[in-house]
């Protein structure tokens, strides 16, 4: 395999690691892992200022007992000149010069503990500063993405193009033309039964002959009433009411049959 098909496939493979990892990176989680960070790097220097800090202290402790016992050698000496022992006095007085030369070194190391403490605990403080600092920017970033996700949630619920309201719109879409189907079916078979072209099995919404037509009578005139009032608009008149306007509305009938003729009584028999 070439070289350059290494390095695409390579470049494919970083491309899709790095989007995976930014869908599932949330950026609070990174601000809170940050935080939590300083926080322990905040914790590692105030141990190292309680560490110089206990340092001192014990060389202090020590300058103080070693300066003690270098002025208990100086009495030492003074009352053995006092009593005409110069020997005991040079004796205690050379214990007290080599109790001084480890004062002296004693009191560089504490200087020195003294100097470092003094930088670690400014150093704590400005990193203290830093860590409030940080703390409060996380909290409005962290405040901000939460209100901006929010707000894109309700525009795609709005807008219809969360993958949620997706479904749900589907579901509502199914549910309306199962509907509209149901509704279609029952109305063909009413009209059905209606006419007559399909039997009604239950027997109880099936009508016979004369019910029907009477049905049929009952629509004829309503319509010949609306067809006698639009008439009566159209000319100016008052629309005629009842059976009147029935007639009027329907077309003359033939004349009516000619009655029977009456049996003549023939008064010559």
Not at 41 to 69: C, I, N
Not at 229 to 246: F, H, N, Y
């Amino acid at each position: 395999m070439s070289d350059g098909i290494m390095k695409r496939m390579g470049l494919i493979f970083r491309s899709k690691a790095n989007k995976a990892l930014d869908r599932a990176e949330d950026p609070r989680e990174t601000l809170d892992y940050s935080y939590q960070k300083q926080l322990e790097l905040l914790q590692k220097v105030r141990r190292g200022v309680a560490d110089v800090a206990t340092s001192r202290k014990r060389l202090e402790l020590q300058l103080t007992q070693l300066q003690q016992q270098s002025s208990k050698y100086e009495d030492q000496g003074r009352k053995a000149l006092s009593l005409g022992r110069e020997d005991l006095a040079r004796e205690a007085l050379t214990r007290k010069a080599s109790m001084q030369s480890q004062i002296n070194d004693l009191q560089v190391q504490y200087q020195q503990l003294q100097a470092e403490e003094e930088k670690l605990t400014l150093a704590s403080q400005r990193l203290q500063a830093k860590v409030d600092a940080f703390r409060t920017k996380k909290e409005t970033i962290k405040a901000t993405y939460t209100a901006a996700q929010a707000q894109t949630r309700i525009a795609e619920s709005f807008s219809g193009i969360s993958e949620e309201m997706g479904d749900v719109g589907l579901a509502i879409q199914r549910a309306e033309d199962k509907t509209a189907q149901m509704q279609a079916r029952a109305g063909a078979i009413d009209e059905l039964l209606a006419s007559g072209a399909l039997d009604d099995a239950s027997g109880l919404g099936r009508k016979d002959d004369i019910e029907a037509e009477l049905e049929r009578v009952a629509g004829g005139s309503d319509v010949e009433l609306e067809l006698a009032r639009m008439k009566a608009e159209l000319t100016g008149g008052s629309p005629a009411s009842g059976p009147q306007a029935i007639e009027q509305g329907r077309p003359q009938d033939a004349a009516p049959q000619q009655q029977q003729d009456t049996p003549r009584i023939n008064y010559n028999k």
